[in-house]
């Protein structure tokens, strides 16, 4: 009797044990259908000048292919002037190196297409005006600015 009287508490400690293991699992599969607050995604627009400088990169990419392959590389792109009042991302960049930097660009882009013999060197020296004012401003794009180098 006394074994039988074990065996019974047992197998109830059981039942109690498997009970609460399964109250246990239906916790957790209520969590995991319970929805979470997540984070508003929020659209990164870029500003005016950062677009205008990704459109002068592709622009210059082809540019730079031209001149390698001896091509004729056409006129000026008007658009590149913008660089003098495009919205920045942050207005305080605007200031009196940026626009030193920029005249510089422009006149060795405008060389570019008035000296075509010394293309080259009159491409490279913009690439020149756009590393020190990354360098002095946004450094992010130095590395993708420096491909652009004809060497």
Partial sequence: MKNFLLVVLFCIAC?????????????????????????????????????????????????????????????????????????????????????EQAKKFIAAQELIYKDPKNAKEHFNTGVDACVKCHQQKCGGPIPRIKKLYIK
Avoid: W
């Avoid at 109250?23 to 607050?37: D, F, H, I, L, Q």
């Fill in 15 to 99: 039942l109690t044990m498997l009970e609460s293991c399964q109250k246990n699992e239906e916790k957790k599969e209520a969590e995991k259908c319970v929805p979470r607050k997540e984070k508003k995604l929020e659209m990164y627009q870029m500003s005016e000048m950062a677009t205008l400088m990704e459109q002068m990169y592709v622009d210059n990419q082809r540019l730079k292919e031209r001149i390698k392959k001896g091509e004729t590389i056409g006129e000026f792109p008007q658009h590149f002037l913008k660089i003098h009042n495009a919205v920045m991302t942050d207005s305080t960049d605007n200031d009196a190196f940026f626009k």
